[in-house]
């Protein structure tokens, strides 16, 4: 078993519409959690970082994350064409140390 | 700007041949990191370094091996390449400390094809 499983995709939906991005993770030592996106051909970017539980929200972004369940999430609103990408959900324990999802691959359509 | 570079961006090798891809960030970040891109499996280390002199083993370092010899560089050479070693490599770097130490900076990466 993945230490951190994200849900596989892909991803196709509207413009306007809200993206749902969720991963699990199995080791509970984890405490800071990181959304990266990826364009096309492209290095990740980091789009939201979040220390422990809680909720974090950047704009239209909003990271989630549960710790009782193993379980975060990521929230677009008002999805635009430009936000079609790969989002990959990674975390660590302190170690420097990231563990990444496979990562999703999102098509937002005009 | 601080940034991180990656070269060559392609590369096409034989199988057998020693290869070296190139890292250099300007951050004077003290950790970096490799990685390899496969479809279905994410980001996975191949190798690490916390300084100058400090190398350390990731998930996937069977064939792979880096120095540190310096803050800005981490090379990484395939020893003897293999098409299972054909993927996208990326570099990445951190801070040492700080609240967003985990937060790791990502190279364009090199696509490298193993014949």
């Known amino acids: 078993q993945k230490e951190v499983e994200q849900d596989p995709g892909p991803l196709s939906v509207p413009e306007g519409a809200i993206v749902s991005l969720n991963c699990t993770y199995s080791n509970s030592a984890f405490q800071y959690f990181m959304w990266y996106r990826q364009y096309s051909r492209k290095g990740p970017e980091l789009l939201m970082y979040?220390?422990?539980?809680g909720n974090k929200e950047d704009g239209r972004f909003t990271a989630q994350v549960d710790k009782s369940s193993k379980y975060i999430s990521l929230f677009i609103r008002d999805s635009q064409p430009s936000d079609s990408a790969t989002y990959l959900c990674?975390?660590?324990?302190?170690?420097?140390?990231?563990?990444f999802g496979a990562g999703t691959t999102v098509t937002v359509r005009a | 700007d601080a940034e991180i570079t990656q070269s060559p961006r392609h590369k096409i090798t034989e199988t057998g041949r020693q290869v070296t891809l190139a890292c250099h960030q300007t951050?004077?970040?003290?950790?970096m990191f490799w990685y390899r891109q496969d479809l279905g499996h994410g980001l996975r280390l191949i190798h690490y370094?916390?300084?100058?002199?400090?190398?350390n083993k990731g998930e996937v370092s069977d064939g792979y091996s880096v120095s540190r010899s310096n803050t800005e560089d981490l090379p990484l050479t395939l020893e003897s390449a293999a098409s299972s070693q054909t993927s996208v490599y990326f570099c990445?770097?951190?801070?040492?400390?700080?609240?967003?130490?985990?937060?790791?900076?990502f190279g364009p990466g090199t696509r490298l094809l193993v014949l």
């Open positions: 951050w004077n970040h003290n950790n």
């Open positions: 979040t220390y422990s539980s």
């Open positions: 990445a770097s951190s801070e040492s400390g700080g609240l967003a130490k985990e937060t790791q900076y």
């Open positions: 370094s916390y300084g100058v002199q400090d190398t």
């Open positions: 990674a975390m660590s324990y302190n170690d420097y140390k990231l563990s």
